[in-house]
């Protein structure tokens, strides 16, 4: 008999976020989950008490990108404050369902993500603010312009509030 093909909790989590990342965590099943590892759904429930455990771990990661993300964004010569906005909101926009998953999780808080990235004075926290509703808006659909668009709106802000 041939050994048994060992499947990893961070296997698990690996495939998860890929299929999150592109499906979404609302189209995510143990079931889905064990088709595209080829195994059964026995390594995810050993590996997590339930599915609630395994979308904190993916929420933990997804913030970790997104930090990540954020704090490398430098397209241009931007203020320190509008340069993390950007990335922010830039981040939301190319991965709409890691940015769902992190805010619907309930492991992502606002005030930290303030302080961790902002460094937390009015301006960064009005901006941080209106580019989350920027986001809502263009995630559920009822922002409806591009990329550069927004981007003007936001420097245009930034510039008005940091007089």
């Given at each position: ?8 909790k ?6 998860a ?46 913030i ?36 769902q ?28 603010i ?34």
């Open positions: 008999m041939p050994p048994r093909k060992q499947i990893t961070e296997q698990i989590i690996e495939k976020y890929e299929l999150v990342s592109i499906h979404g965590f609302h189209n995510l099943s143990a079931r889905i989950l064990a088709s595209e590892m080829g195994c059964s759904t026995q390594p995810i429930y050993i590996s997590f008490q339930n599915m609630n455990e395994l979308k904190d771990c993916l929420a933990k990661k997804a970790d990108a997104m930090m990540l993300y954020i704090l490398a964004y430098k397209k241009e010569n931007y203020a320190p404050v509008l340069s993390k906005i950007l990335g922010y909101v830039q981040f939301a926009s190319e991965e709409k369902y890691l940015y998953l992190i805010f619907s999780s309930k492991i992502m808080d606002l005030d930290k993500t303030k302080n961790e990235v902002m460094k937390s004075d009015e301006l960064e926290q009005d901006m941080l209106y580019a989350h509703g920027i986001i809502m808006m263009k995630i559920y659909g009822t922002l409806l312009v591009d990329w550069q668009e927004i981007k003007k709106m936001i420097i245009k802000v930034y510039e008005k509030l940091s007089v």
